[in-house]
């Protein structure tokens, strides 16, 4: 919504509402709209807080039955997680696999861009110049795999463009590996990634393409269900 819809909607004079909005922007409960920076939405911490502020929508709606049939196909446990701008990556779904030892994520879970599938396969899809902002910012390095020079993190965005899924093996968590694709809207913009997570003893590099071709097949599955919703 914009500040003049918002103004009305509660019959504040306009400064107080854009007083308020600042306040919840960096607070992290809204945000600016990437396209329109006009309009507010809600930000991460609602998410995290209550996911099912994202249930009604077609991307939620869309993504659940394509993820119940990745989970049977793989056995692993699958996530589906939507960028807060570029602060990072939040869980918003999750389908559990039935191994007794199996990666977890709550619902809500952040996690940087640089350093996951999911965030990289955002990555891989917007701008460069956001891909300028995010390395300027600083990368913070979670382990001695992770990403942390700005030309090694675009050449595996290129890679990752190419081949069509990430892979993050060891480079946030110890012992926690995933293969993740980006969900996109009709104009290419990532909306989502949607991504196989397991635990490192479970992880086989000569399996990895046979991974990101059913991930990329998933992703492609909800982007198409969601705009025919």
Known sequence: MTVGELTKLFGLPKSTVQRTLVTLAEAGWLRANRKDTTRWEIGARVLAVRPAALQGSSLFAAAREPMVRLRDAVNETIHLSVPDALQCMVVVDRVDCDHAVRTFHTIGDT??????????????????????DLIAAGLERFSDTTPVEPGELRAELDRIRVDGYAVNRNQFRPGVCAVAAAVLDEDGTPLAAVAVSMPEARYD????????????DTAAEISQRRLGA
């Open 111 to 132: 996690s940087p861009l640089h350093a996951t599938a999911v965030g990289r396969a955002v990555l891989a899809h917007l701008p460069a110049g956001d891909v300028d």
């Open 205 to 216: 590099g000569e399996r990895a393409p046979k991974w990101g071709r059913l991930v990329a």
